[in-house]
């Protein structure tokens, strides 16, 4: 019985709070390899790393208004076309080292930037070997 209260409660309260409409406006974007900038960390001693590859795209819909009372939800398309919510962790392994690569998004007014990040802290590796990337941004804005 306990593990149905929370369900209930948590519908109650998303049923009760949604009087105003909502509309969801969905934007694809293909992101080639040539198409991923560097975040880049250079030491004293001249050597540098990799910290994160990252995609900036322009996207209208997304406003202050979205940012403050909206959602803004970006997902990966993976090769077999599935959704893929972003955070989203893919799981490698070279010769036999297991490491992972995370992808993420930031959002500021007219934009959002997809972020890849490796555990293995080999990013450059990982993005020679990057084919194109799908992905999928939804915005929910009330009215």
Do not use: H
């Not at 934007?27 to 960390?41: A, R």
């Not at 959704?83 to 799981?91: G, M, V, W």
């Amino acid at each position: 019985m306990k593990k149905l209260i929370l369900p209930i409660l948590a519908a109650f309260v998303m049923l009760t709070g949604c009087s105003e409409k909502a509309r969801v406006i969905t934007s694809y974007y293909e992101v080639s390899p040539n198409q991923w900038e560097s975040s880049i960390t250079t030491y004293p001693d001249g050597t540098y790393t990799m910290d994160y590859a990252y995609s900036t795209w322009e996207n209208i819909d997304i406003d202050d208004e979205v940012i403050m009372n909206g959602v803004v939800m970006a997902y990966y398309i993976d090769g077999n076309g599935r959704d893929n919510i972003l955070p989203y962790t893919l799981y490698f392994s070279d010769n036999g080292v297991p490491y992972q690569e995370r992808i993420e998004y930031d959002i500021e007014p007219g934009r959002i930037t997809f972020k890849i990040k490796d555990t293995d802290f080999n990013t450059a590796q990982s993005m020679a070997n990057i084919g194109t990337m799908k992905f999928k941004v939804s915005v929910i804005r009330n009215f």
